[in-house]
């Protein structure tokens, strides 16, 4: 079993869609990253969360540290968002990476 | 601000030879991470440094190495390459742990013929 689970693994949706993909973990954690990456490889940093809920423009990330396990939420969904959505849990000295969620946003 | 740098974009070599990957941190930053993530694959953590020493490493062959320079660069060592060593390979810095919001960089693909 992976230390990191991701849900779903694809999701299609059509532009203005309310998306949500899931990420559960099961290692101790003192932070949890939320990344995206573009055709072609490039990485962004999305959210670096430890509790609760932090948003960001129509992205909001939440955290619910007693069940291990974290949502993305994307908001009236644009093709732009078209990208693969990463989970990471942070221990004091690496990253551990979910599979990724790829997300296709169709106009 | 300059992001995080890598070099370089691309790269191909045939089993067997040397491969040196670079990375420059966001000013400020001390710590820098590779990864690998291999085609198919997910990201899968390497090697962190930290004020130009080791701190901790993956799941991979000694044959991966690298250091850290004192202005906080890094360098990414693969020898004795392997087909199975074809993959992109990503740099990230943080002002310290990975408890820090780590920035990437675009990547090195390599390619092992």
């Known amino acids: 079993k992976n230390e990191v689970e991701q849900s779903p693994q694809n999701l299609t949706a059509q532009e203005g869609e309310f998306i949500t993909i899931n990420c559960s973990y099961s290692?101790?954690?003192?932070?949890l990253h939320w990344l995206q990456q573009h055709p072609g490889g490039g990485i962004v940093s999305l959210f670096m969360?430890?509790?609760g809920k932090k948003k960001h423009g129509r992205l909001i990330a939440t955290i619910n540290i007693q069940e291990k396990h974290s949502s993305l939420h994307i908001t009236a969904s644009h093709p732009r968002d078209s990208a693969v959505y990463i989970c990471?849990?942070?221990?004091?000295?690496?990253?551990?990476f979910g599979t990724g969620t790829r997300l296709q946003v169709f106009p | 601000e300059a992001g995080v740098t890598q070099s370089p974009t691309h790269l191909i070599k045939t089993r067997g030879q040397q491969a040196t990957l670079r990375c420059s941190p966001i000013?400020?930053?001390?710590?820098v991470y590779w990864y690998q993530q291999a085609l198919g694959l997910g990201l899968q953590f390497l090697l962190w440094?930290?004020?130009?020493?080791?701190?901790n490493r993956g799941n991979f062959p000694p044959r991966f190495s690298g250091r850290q320079f004192p202005n906080y660069s890094s360098e990414l060592n693969v020898n004795a390459l392997e087909l199975e060593d074809s993959a992109l390979y990503l740099c990230?810095?943080?002002?310290?742990?990975?408890?820090?919001?780590?920035?990437f960089g675009p990547g090195t693909r390599l390619t092992v013929l």
């Open positions: 440094y930290d004020e130009g020493e080791e701190r």
């Open positions: 990471a849990v942070g221990d004091t000295d690496k990253l551990i």
């Open positions: 969360l430890s509790s």
């Open positions: 990230a810095s943080s002002f310290r742990t990975s408890a820090d919001t780590q920035y």
């Open positions: 290692v101790g954690i003192s932070a």
């Open positions: 000013s400020g930053h001390t710590s």
